[in-house]
């Protein structure tokens, strides 16, 4: 599978999602290659972070790729991995369109403080005008970074199920500290000891939810 994790507003954890999917898979045996797409370079800080913690042993391959032959060196790569997750920054960038077309999930994290219809109407318009070069791209959203208390996150979900565009999955990621710990040593926070047990179920719990929707649709 081909995953790209992006969007177009900064600060809604694609990084985050992209290094612990990452990490979900390797867990499951798959061959890995993590590709940084963005120009913060967040994934390959990251696999740094990683090189140091593990001496070396990063447990997938990592690249940095940016801009039009995105798409062209994805398809290149693909035969060699099981997976392939990119990483794009937050914003409509050459880069995140090229992933798109050679996709075959789009994951869409959303932080429900930050959510506007504004910003949910730009990414359906973005999936509408990649829809004729991957018509069979599967696009799906999540809250991300969501705090326990306060009605926001219910009003953020009932507006992203309402996308005709995107499949909302129920799998909601919370805001913890754990996860930038995790990063700050190029870990997922199912590595990192001592376990963060909440962390650890809600990235289980999204990252079987995106392995089910795409099931269902095939």
Request: charged share 20%; with cysteine.
């Amino acid at each position: 599978m081909i995953y790209t994790v992006g969007g177009i507003k900064g600060g809604s954890g694609k990084t985050t999602i992209a290094t612990n999917l990452t990490v979900f898979l390797l867990q499951q045996g798959r061959d890995v290659l993590l590709i940084d797409a963005d120009d913060q370079e967040s994934a390959t800080d990251f696999t740094s972070f990683r090189h140091q913690t593990l001496e070396g042993e990063l447990g997938y391959t990592a690249v940095k790729v940016t801009g039009r032959e995105l798409n062209a060196n994805v398809l290149r790569l693909a035969g060699k991995y099981d997976d392939i997750v990119i990483d794009t920054g937050g914003r409509d960038t050459v880069s995140q369109r090229s992933a798109l077309t050679v996709s075959q999930v789009y994951l869409v994290p959303f932080a429900p403080r930050s959510l506007d219809i504004w910003t949910l109407r730009k990414v359906e318009n973005l999936i509408a005008e990649v829809a004729p070069f991957n018509p069979t791209l599967r696009s799906l959203t999540f809250i991300n970074k969501a705090d326990a208390r306060g009605t926001y996150k219910e009003e953020a979900a009932e507006l992203l199920r309402s996308s005709e565009h995107l499949q909302f999955l129920e799998a909601t990621v919370g805001n913890r500290i754990s996860f930038a710990n995790a990063a700050a040593s190029g870990l997922g926070v199912l590595e990192v000891k001592p376990a963060d047990d909440k962390a650890i179920t809600e990235v289980n719990e999204l990252c079987s939810s995106v392995q089910a929707a795409v099931i269902a649709s095939k």
